[in-house]
């Protein structure tokens, strides 16, 4: 493959204090692989080959998942709870003290700006730090028995081998929230990275060997192939597979773990209302939009997707969100002024053009936005940031998760319609909304048919919380005193004749 490298590209990767951990390779069973066939990993700012990366295949993912079974047998036994808590800790310490070349190598390959890289790898980071502290606290059981002479415990064990399939839009968070647990309660893992963002998640591997995590505990198998990588969700080796990704995708991959009963976390895709009630704080609502609907250029889960707004206070929320929105500068995301990147793909722009397309052919306003700047690498995926107004229920996206970096305002009368548009959708992952009548906010956050409520805030996720969806969103709960149980199974022991 002929690789031509942007110059910024180049330049960036010449200021890694560790040059070493930009790896194109995978790692399995104790070594770093390479391969003659490669895939390449596109700069979204430039659209250029950043580099190519081993496209390893079916026979590596059977060789990682025995080599996995192997490692899980020996670090589930042979460690204590405080002996993991002490691993992650060292883990989480190097993932901090690189936390600059991870953000440099992140922005490269994934596009956001280096605050929004550095900012995830903090938050990558918050989950092992999280999880070496939940890792001693393990707890089971002791249950008062319905016999004589008997006691019930619960022992929680971890699960086995663990299928770990991730995405490209926080390629260091969505791994290190995944694994962090499944090694605090003595799992081993086998993760499939974005063939999109691959590098990111080499470089925290080799920090956590660095760590002292042992070779044969985590493994990691990029791949072009995504057949080779359904490997993870049929192997009966496996015995979990957590994913997070698009609905369809999820689905598929469920109805694959099914067939050898595995265990299953799926984080998948959203259509988040975002509801400012005319009681809101409206400079609050659009601080609050800013935050959960343009981080990552609009492409995470719980990015607001569909803005209610009561018809009273609709002017003043668009012209307000509309001034902020005109602030953001787009770019390379390693520029010091950007503060919106690239999309990851072209396919990422041409989905947010054909839903302002399709509002605007059925009469919605674009107030801001909709075409590429001007002053942007014509060849990188961008797109201005974007508002429609007059939205209604008839057009596109209103049902489909834009993924990308368009507001579309909808109107609302009543309280009752408000949440019946919020939750007219098959997605339940987050919802938000603002308003000041605390009987109304604990009314409404009830009745929001998800699985993480915003109210009067955009920002929802954090280590402590519990993060997942109900309905086509997904089932499971990842980071949270709940994050552990995904990863352990629960064993009942009756103890007989205790003569106690
Ligand atoms: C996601 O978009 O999948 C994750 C977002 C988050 O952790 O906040």
Redesign the pocket.
Known sequence: MTVTTSAPALEALKTLKRPDLFIGDGFVAGEWVSSSKTFPVYEPSTGQVLGPVADLTRADFVKAIESADKGYRKYSTTTTAHERSALLRKWYDLIIANKEDIGTILVLENGKTYAEAVGEVAYAASFVSWFAEEASRAYGDVIPSSMPNTTVLTLKQPVGVCGIIT?W??PA??IT?KIAPALAVGCSVVIKPPSETPYTAAALVKLAMEAGLPADVIHLVPTKDRDAATELCTSPIVKKISF?GSTNVGIHLSKLAMGTMKKISM?LGGNAPFIVFDDADIDLAVQGAMVCKFRCSGQ???CANRLFVHKKVAAEFTAKLVAEVEKLKVGYGLSKTTTQGPLVNKGGVEKVKAHIKDAVSKGAKLETGGSVPSDVNPNGFFIAPSILSGVTTEMVVARDETFGPLAPIFQFETEEEAVELANSTEFGLAGYFFSRDINRCLRVAASLECGLVGVNSGKI?AAESP?GGVKQSGVGREGSMYGLAEYQIIKAVTIGNTNV
């Open positions: 995405p839009n926080f968070a969505m929230r997070t984080e995470t889960c719980v996720s993060f």
